[in-house]
Nanobody
Framework: EVQLQASGGGLVQAGGSLRLSCVTS????????IGWFRQAPGREREGVSC????????YYTDSAKGRFTVSRDNAKNTMYLQMNSLKSEDTAVYYC??????????????????WGQGTQVTVSS
């Protein structure tokens, strides 16, 4: 059974940091691309970041560039999203999702088939 579990969210003041983790199981992690997404109240789910299978190329939505860092640890079947300099507009439920094979670019929600439960990130101003 494919499982993805995002964790690490919480309440943080603007300017603070959080590190999200996406722990996966049930599939061969190194063969799957994992994307990070978020959905704020009243807004559509959007892609935030993705890294290629070899963790070589990294992609970020414009609002995340320079503040977020994505990485994956194939030995631990885990994807990470380090979020620094958080802003109130980063407040959302953050999700990770998987798809088989190489993926390069800002992740599109429709391109990823297996989703985990999200983790809430709340940034207070």
């Amino acid at each position: 059974e494919v499982q993805l579990q995002a964790s690490g969210g919480g309440l943080v003041q603007a300017g603070g940091s959080l590190r999200l983790s996406c722990v996966t199981s049930g599939f061969t992690f190194e063969d799957y691309s994992i994307g990070w997404f978020r959905q704020a109240p009243g807004r559509e789910r959007e892609g935030v970041s993705c890294t290629t299978l070899d963790d070589g190329l990294k992609y970020y939505t414009d609002s995340a560039k320079g503040r977020f860092t994505v990485s994956r640890d194939n030995a631990k079947n885990t994807m990470y999203l380090q979020m620094n300099s958080l802003k109130s507009e980063d407040t959302a439920v953050y999700y990770c999702a998987s798809r088989w094979g190489w993926y390069a670019g800002i992740p599109g929600p429709g391109d990823f088939g297996s989703w985990g439960q999200g983790t809430q990130v709340t940034v207070s101003s």
